[in-house]
């Protein structure tokens, strides 16, 4: 599995663990609703801050 692909497994099973919807996350993490969903399909390549602020709002470190 690539690295894209690991941080959108560990962020889905987080969020979903802690019972929120992709909008809950994406409104903490101060993105869109549909990037943050592109990101747990591994659509796209994550930036190192939006992927702390993706961290931040679950609560998780997200290992890579």
């Known amino acids: 599995m690539s ?3 690991d941080i959108a497994k560990q962020v889905k099973e987080a ?3 802690k019972k ?5 996350v994406a409104k ?3 993105i869109t609703v549909n990037y ?3 990101v747990e399909r591994a659509e ?4 190192s801050d939006i992927l ?3 961290a931040k709002a679950l ?4 290992k890579i």
């Open 36 to 38: 943050y969903a592109m």
């Open 3 to 5: 690295t894209r692909g």
């Open 28 to 30: 903490a993490a101060d």
């Open 59 to 62: 609560k998780i470190t997200i």
């Open 44 to 47: 796209v390549n994550v930036s």
């Open 52 to 54: 702390g602020r993706i």
């Open 20 to 24: 929120l919807t992709q909008e809950e």
């Open 15 to 17: 969020r979903e663990k």
